[in-house]
């Protein structure tokens, strides 16, 4: 029994001792094979993990899209930027170096401020930038005395260019570097972080910064504990940024802006079919390269306390009261509404009473009876306060913004204000107190509340020339693409766009009125005409009140716009469209305080039509694109 026992406790050990012995086995071969998988198979991957800790990646910034006209000119670019940086730890005295390096490129004391505090807070190889923007030369000098300024180091990068300065300062804008407020406001980007990156601040390199800014590269590189770099182990560059191109045709533009002189004063001259802005000028304006490259406090301070506002873009900005441009919207509101007929006539003394107050006609003795046409070519505002009255303030507005006036118009850059056309509901609204009928007559010559701007001025005479259709400006045609051989191919015509719903006889006889305006034997524009046969142009006279006139001074005369001072004087407005017979052209001018319209804004106008026609920029793709071509490019 005892021999039995002791042969089954036997057995017993030997199943256990085998089944240890399995399970060790086992448990090795796991082991074993998650050895292989780390150490064999993916020894790559890990040995990449062991190494990030001694790896940085540093991102690249892209290059920034250019921006061009509708000629492929390039109005924003990015040139080499030649700078000065120093490396504190290769150098026994900081200050000694930086007054050996004054001796061949100047540089004033708040840069050398600036770098000794940046000494003391970073770590001794971190370089620190000195000077920005030098020229070949000042580069080239401090090159061949290098041996001589221990710890600098000439660095090479990119910034951004404006080579025409002030000349597309408002449409193009500028860039600067990412803010605070950037940081918490942008879509999240890694480029934001580089401390020397720079985004789009006004203009198109703001709203179209994202596309312009391209995509981030990267730099893989060893350091060591203390963060300096050992070498550059691989480099992947970043995607740069997409092309911009604008309708702005830059030899228009620059023939505008130098028209405009130093006038404060804005121009827009856009394609009344397709909406294509060819020139859009605010004057004065400021050199978008200061900003660039960093603005001083003194150039700033003068750009802000400049009374004519250069920093301002008056021609999607400015708000100003129309004045008797206006008044085409009331003769369309009164023929559409039924209250006249086009024969319609009133006797102009010279003044128009309502209740206790005079309302007075530009010209003191009057113009006698006039029909539609003859109001509108002489800017009898007699005429203009009795169809007001008579079709009414709503109705007016309603015919304004049929036109595009009291409304933003979505163009592609920032600033953009609506402007104001009033109506009795809005008076209400907003004052607490009802319209009076005398408000409609000031609303009849574009005076009171109204306020327009010159591209919505731009807009309504586009739409008045093509036709009665509605046409929306365009500043952009591209973004990202293009085609070079036929830029100017594909764009819309009349016919293709929504009409506004007006009469095609009332809108005849409103036309016939601005032709009369300047080619009439008593239009109030008739001494800028174009006599070139074949461009004439039609348009219409604005003078806007900045200040109401005197009974005292009606009766002891009204001073002459030169006996003003500057800010008391009327703004003078233009807006006109070319050639007559088939237009194709419409502009708006602007001239603040510049006294009368016939007499400032319409020789202006007159000379923009005509320069407009004869570099006609719609229909001359050829030349500019033959001129483009790089040697051994062929036609398609």
């Not at 500043?475 to 293709?496: F, K, M, Y």
């Not at 806007?544 to 006139?549: F, K, S």
Request: glycine share 10%; hydrophobic share 40%; with cysteine.
């Amino acid at each position: 029994m005892a021999k039995d026992q002791h042969k089954e406790k036997g057995r017993l050990f030997t199943r256990r001792a085998l089944m240890m012995a399995g399970g060790q086995a086992a448990l090795m071969s796991a082991l074993a094979g998650r050895l292989y998988y780390l150490q064999v198979l993916h020894s790559d991957q890990y040995t990449t993990m062991a190494d990030e800790n001694r790896m940085n990646i540093q991102l690249l910034a892209p290059l920034r899209g250019q921006i061009v006209d509708r000629f492929g000119v390039e109005i924003a670019s990015n040139r080499h930027n030649y700078r000065v940086v120093l490396i504190p730890e290769q150098t026994k005295s900081v200050e000694d170096t930086l007054e050996a390096l004054a001796q061949f490129v100047p540089y004033d004391e708040i840069d050398r401020e600036r770098v000794l505090k940046e000494v003391k807070k970073k770590r001794s190889f971190v370089p620190i930038p000195v000077v920005d923007n030098l020229t070949w030369d000042q580069f080239a000098r401090i090159n061949v005395h290098s041996p001589d300024l221990p710890g600098i180091q000439m660095d090479v990068g990119a910034t951004r260019n404006y080579p025409y300065g002030d000349l597309f300062a408002h449409i193009v804008g500028y860039v600067g570097a990412v803010s605070e407020k950037d940081l918490q406001t942008l879509e999240a980007d890694p480029l934001l972080e580089l401390p020397e990156f720079r985004i789009g601040k006004s203009g198109i390199e703001k709203f179209y910064d994202k596309p312009l800014r391209g995509k981030a590269g990267y730099s893989r590189v060893e350091a060591n504990a203390y963060g300096r770099i050992i070498r550059e182990l691989n480099r992947e560059e970043g995607t740069p940024g997409t092309e911009a191109v604008l309708t702005i045709d830059k030899k228009l533009q620059e023939f505008t802006a130098k028209r405009m002189g130093t006038e404060s004063a804005a121009a827009v001259v856009m394609d009344i079919h397709s909406g294509d802005i060819l020139s859009m000028v605010s004057v004065p304006a400021f050199d978008p390269n200061a900003f660039a490259n960093g603005i001083s406090s003194k150039e700033w301070k003068e750009l802000v306390s400049n009374s004519k506002r250069p920093l301002g873009n008056k021609a999607i900005g400015g708000q100003y009261p129309p004045g008797s441009t206006f008044k085409m919207i009331v003769a369309l509101a009164a023929l559409e509404a039924g209250v006249i007929v086009d024969s319609h006539e009133v006797f102009c003394r010279g003044h128009t009473n309502l209740g206790k107050h005079r309302f007075h006609c530009w010209k003191r003795g009057g113009h006698g009876k006039l029909n539609l046409e003859d109001a509108i070519s002489q800017s009898c505002d007699i005429y203009f306060y009795d169809i007001a009255r008579k079709v009414g303030v709503d109705r007016i507005a309603e015919m304004a913004h049929r036109f595009g006036l009291g409304e933003k118009l979505d163009i592609d850059i920032l600033g953009e204000r609506a402007g104001l056309i009033p109506t009795k509901a809005w008076k209400y609204a907003v004052q607490g107190v009802k319209w009076q009928v005398g408000e409609t007559y000031n609303v009849g010559i574009g005076q009171g509340f109204v306020l327009t701007t010159p591209l919505q001025l731009a807009v309504m005479t586009a739409r008045l020339a093509n036709g009665g259709k509605i046409v929306n400006p365009r500043l952009v045609r591209s973004v990202g693409g293009r085609d070079t051989d036929a830029p100017l191919l594909g764009d819309p015509v009349a016919s293709d766009l929504p009409s506004i719903g007006i009469t095609p006889s009332s809108l005849r006889t409103v036309l016939r009125g601005m032709n009369k305006v300047v080619n009439g034997k008593r239009g109030s524009a008739r001494a800028a005409k174009i006599k070139t046969e074949g461009w004439e142009m039609a348009g219409k006279t604005g003078t806007a009140q900045v200040r109401r006139i005197s009974k005292k001074e009606r009766i002891e005369g009204v001073r002459k716009a030169h006996e003003k001072p500057w800010e008391e004087r009327d703004h003078a407005l233009f807006v006109g469209f070319a050639p007559y017979n088939d237009p194709r052209y419409a502009v708006a001018v602007i001239v603040e305080h510049g006294g009368s319209g016939s007499k400032a804004a319409a020789p202006i106008a007159r000379d923009l039509l005509q320069e407009t026609l004869r570099l006609d920029p719609l229909r001359r793709p050829s030349h500019d694109v033959l001129a483009r071509r790089k040697p051994g490019d062929t036609d398609a």
